[in-house]
Nanobody, 118 residues
Framework: QVQLVESGGGLVQAGGSLRLSCAAS????????MGWYRQAPGKQRELVAT???????NYADSVKGRFTISRDNAKNTVYLQMSSLKPEDTAVYYC????????????WGQGTQVTVSS
């Protein structure tokens, strides 16, 4: 089992910044891709950004150029630096991790609320 715990969410004004952190613990062997998804009220959960253990990144078009995902493999932690925040970024942000085993396992954090005011 892998546990993912997010932190860093909160309330921020439009144009501001927040940094989310997600620490993985438990059986972290062979975790490859980690990332962030978000879910706004009334909407489906959507991809925000992912990063592989080798550092390859992928971003949703809506956040490209504003958000930066990074990870510290030694600390088993992934980060999401969010800048130039917009009200439409308001959502619960969920940490994600993929474990390379058979069958592959996917893990989710409990979510952290990000609210961007106008």
């Amino acid at each position: 089992q892998v546990q993912l715990v997010e932190s860093g969410g909160g309330l921020v004004q439009a144009g501001g910044s927040l940094r989310l952190s997600c620490a993985a613990s438990g059986n972290i062997f062979r975790i490859n891709t980690m990332g962030w998804y978000r879910q706004a009220p009334g909407k489906q959960r959507e991809l925000v950004a992912t990063i592989t253990s080798g550092g390859s990144t992928n971003y949703a078009d809506s956040v490209k150029g504003r958000f930066t995902i990074s990870r510290d493999n030694a600390k088993n932690t992934v980060y999401l630096q969010m800048s130039s925040l917009k009200p439409e970024d308001t959502a619960v942000y969920y940490c994600y991790a993929q474990q390379l085993r058979w069958p592959p396992d996917n893990y989710w954090g409990q979510g952290t609320q990000v609210t961007v005011s106008s």
